[in-house]
């Protein structure tokens, strides 16, 4: 199995900035994406951003310009950067893994437990 730890959200001003990482940890074979999700209250659950092996991102158009994805292939972390911020960003965050434990395993996908991310003067 998978296991993805996320850290860094909290409350900001609108207009700030917060950096989201995450860990991928465990029986890991290989890992062909991570990405960033989000769900707000009520709503359904969403792609913010991407980053797929060979160096591909990509991006929601409500955060283009605004976020940027970064991920570390040796050490199975994926980061995302958000600037200027706004009130309907607010959200829980999760990290999200396309990843095979095994050669001889199917991909399957893995979630963190999510982190709350606030903006809010």
């Known amino acids: 199995q998978v296991q993805l730890v996320e850290s860094g959200g909290g409350l900001v001003q609108p207009g700030g900035s917060l950096r989201l990482s995450c860990a991928a940890s465990?029986?890991?074979?290989?890992?062909?994406?991570m990405a960033w999700y989000r769900q707000a209250p009520g709503k359904q659950r969403e792609l913010v951003a991407a980053s797929i092996s060979g160096g591909m991102r990509n991006y929601a158009d409500f955060v283009k310009g605004r976020f940027t994805i970064s991920r570390d292939a040796v050490k199975n972390t994926v980061s995302l950067q958000m600037n200027s911020l706004k009130p309907e960003d607010t959200a829980v965050y999760y990290c999200n893994a396309d990843a095979q434990v095994s050669r001889y395993s199917g991909r399957q996908n893995y979630w963190g437990q999510g982190t709350q991310v606030t903006v809010s003067s």
């Open positions: 465990g029986s890991i074979f290989k890992i062909y994406a």
